[in-house]
């Protein structure tokens, strides 16, 4: 049985190693803020954090992220798993009003906020190449980098 950290906290998990950790996470710990898209690691809508770098879950069995710390869109508001990089993405998102179907903002966030985290004052090209994995059918590409460029402005 294995045993994962997730949004600071453990569960052990009555599941085999080898599923996807999308399917733990979503079928038996019903953190539904994840989506599937594509199950092949082409669209970013199952994008989770592990060790605060962006990962797709529909292809990560629950094995490789034992021993590691998983963050997913719930988590990110709480104290114990959120960053100011993460309030800083949340508040931008508001502002600029991004969403629009909304399926595959989690896994946007997901993948800005491990962007701002690492690199605080991204460039037009930093944001193309750190996004450019996670795909949104309502092409809402402009307003996610402005909202990063706007999340970037309030982080020192
Ligand atoms: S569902 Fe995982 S990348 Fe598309
Ligand atoms: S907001 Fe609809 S798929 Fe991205």
């Known amino acids: ?33 994840t989506k599937y898209g ?11 954090l592990l060790n605060g770098a962006p990962t797709r879950s529909c292809v990560t069995p629950v094995s490789a992220a034992v021993g590691q710390r998983v963050t997913t869109i719930e988590g990110l508001p709480t104290a114990k798993t959120g960053n100011k990089a993460a309030r ?9 009003d991004v969403v629009q179907c909304g399926y595959c ?10 962007l701002l985290t690492s690199n605080p ?18 092409a809402t590409y402009h307003r996610i980098r402005a909202a990063i460029h706007d999340a970037s402005r309030t982080l020192a």
């Open 88 to 96: 800083a993405v949340q508040a931008a998102w508001e502002k600029l």
């Open 1 to 33: 049985m294995p045993t994962l950290n997730i949004n600071g906290q453990n569960h052990k998990l009555d599941v085999e190693p080898d599923i996807p950790l999308l399917w733990a996470l979503r079928d038996t710990l019903q953190l539904t803020g």
């Open 38 to 48: 594509c199950g092949i690691a082409a669209c970013g809508a199952c994008t989770v």
């Open 105 to 114: 903002q989690s896994g946007q966030i997901m993948s800005a906020v491990a």
């Open 121 to 138: 004052k991204p460039t037009d090209a930093d944001i193309d190449t750190a996004m450019a994995g996670n795909i949104c059918r309502c």
